[in-house]
């Protein structure tokens, strides 16, 4: 099983602010089959990116993704008050689906 | 616009059934280009993916190793939906439980059951 590691746990920033968001696999992901997810308390996650790179559909472009390998990052450019929640790295490179914990990013 | 809307109840005895289904509006459960799985979340195990269903050529499941001797996914073409159920639940098996549809990825997620396995 692929395990996938979040850094950091939490990040305290401020509206305005950028955050870079850290996903690490326990192995290479072939073809980048990365995607990350936001949750906001008593809601469903909410694809963000997948590919690695590639936005869902809706997503603002301060959202980004990047990495290749066992190295991911998510990079929020401006922080919108709507962007503090959790975020989740999940990979589907291997069977069985994995998630990684989760980084909080709280103001 | 895909939906995905779950029903079920919140609330399973000890060693009894845990039974969800999750009704599709917008796609078609037998879609040939995307799989239908069930996911849960709990403060002890985060997100864990339990297994997903599609249909390419024939009906196909995978499960997650961890409930693979427990747990049932089936797809019902005539309601348009797909269900799960996990056998012989215990206190462990407490989390909340989404549906989502799947490409590897998970583009559209159910909006989740809290279930509570307590006698």
């Known amino acids: 099983e692929i395990v996938l590691t979040q850094s950091p746990g939490t990040l305290s920033l401020s509206p305005g602010e950028g955050a870079t968001l850290s996903c690490r696999a326990s192995q290479i992901l072939s073809s980048s089959n990365l995607a990350w997810y936001q949750q906001k308390p008593g809601q469903a996650p909410r694809l963000l990116i997948y590919?690695?790179?590639g936005r869902a559909t809706g997503i603002p472009d301060r959202f980004s993704g990047s990495g290749s390998g066992t190295d991911f990052t998510l990079t929020i450019s401006r922080l919108e008050p709507e962007d503090f929640a959790v975020y989740y790295c999940?990979?589907?490179?291997?069977?069985?689906?994995?998630f990684g914990q989760g980084t909080k990013v709280e103001i | 616009q895909v939906h995905l809307q779950q029903s079920g109840p919140g609330l399973v005895k000890p060693s009894q059934t845990l039974s969800l289904t999750c009704a599709i509006s917008g796609d078609s459960v037998s879609s040939n280009s995307a799989g239908w799985a069930w996911i849960r979340q709990s403060p002890s195990r985060g997100l864990e993916w339990l297994g997903t269903?599609?249909?390419?050529?024939?009906?196909?499941?995978n499960y997650a190793p961890s409930v693979r001797s427990r747990i049932t996914i089936n797809p019902d073409t005539s309601k348009n939906h797909f269900s799960l159920q996990l056998n012989s639940v215990t206190p462990e098996d407490t989390a909340v439980y989404y549906c989502a549809r799947a490409i590897g990825y998970y583009t559209l997620w159910g909006q989740g059951t809290l279930v509570t396995v307590s006698s």
């Open positions: 590919g690695a790179s």
């Open positions: 999940q990979q589907y490179d291997n069977s069985p689906r994995t």
């Open positions: 269903t599609y249909y390419k050529s024939e009906w196909r499941r």
